[in-house]
Structures are given as structure tokens and as C-alpha cells.
Nanobody
Framework: EVQLVESGGGLVQTGGSLRLSCAASGLTLDGHTIGWFRQPPGKERERVSC????????SYANSVKGRFTISSDNAKNTVYLQMNSLKPEDTAVYFC?????????????WGQGTQVTVSS
């Protein structure tokens, strides 16, 4: 069974940093497209960042460009999301997911999410 487990969320003040981890079991993340998503309270889920399996290119939502960085550690079978200069509007449940060949492909395996709360 393939499982994704997110960790690293928590409460942080505005301007602070967190690093989220997405650890996989039952599958090797290398060679898969991995996305980070978030869902703020009462809002729809949005894609925050993605790393493509096709060419390892990365993409970011405009709202997080320059502040968030996606990376992977194949030896640990883990993908990270480094989040710096956090803002209250970054408050959300963050999910990682496995998708198809490209970041625009559907994502069909999801983790349970980790809560990030940024206080003002």
C-alpha cells in the first residue's frame, strides 16, 4: 500500500519559517511528480508547488514564489517544502500528493495533511 505522510507543520509567527516533509512508503518518489497543496479554512484547495518527474522542473504558485522551495531527498524517499517569510495568509492544511508525468496531470495519491498556522 502506498502511503504519504506529511509532517513539520505547526504554529509560527509572521516572518518565521517551517519545513514540511512528505515521506513515502510503498513506492519510490524518484520518478514521480510530487505536488504540495494547501487548503485554507473555508477555501478551496490550491497547488502551492510541484516537482515534475519528467525533467525535475519545479513550479510555484505566485503567492509563494521567492518564499517557498520544494526539494527532494531520494535516499530518504522524502520531499520537502521549505517555507520562509511566512504570512498569516499561508495558514492552511498542507498536503502532498503524487501525480502523473507533469504538474498539470491529475494527482491521485494524497497524504493526510499537516496544519500550518501563522500568527500575526
Amino acid at each position: 500500500e502506498v502511503q504519504l505522510v506529511e509532517s513539520g507543520g505547526g504554529l509560527v509567527q509572521t516572518g518565521g519559517s517551517l519545513r514540511l516533509s512528505c515521506a513515502a512508503s510503498g513506492l519510490t518518489l524518484d520518478g514521480h511528480t510530487i505536488g504540495w497543496f494547501r487548503q485554507p479554512p473555508g477555501k478551496e484547495r490550491e497547488r502551492v508547488s510541484c516537482i515534475s518527474s519528467t525533467d525535475s522542473s519545479t513550479s510555484y504558485a505566485n503567492s509563494v514564489k521567492g518564499r517557498f522551495t520544494i526539494s527532494s531527498d531520494n535516499a530518504k524517499n522524502t520531499v520537502y517544502l521549505q517555507m520562509n517569510s511566512l504570512k498569516p495568509e499561508d495558514t492552511a492544511v498542507y498536503f502532498c500528493a503524487i501525480g502523473g508525468s507533469y504538474c498539470e496531470s491529475p494527482f491521485d495519491i494524497w497524504g493526510q495533511g499537516t496544519q500550518v498556522t501563522v500568527s500575526s
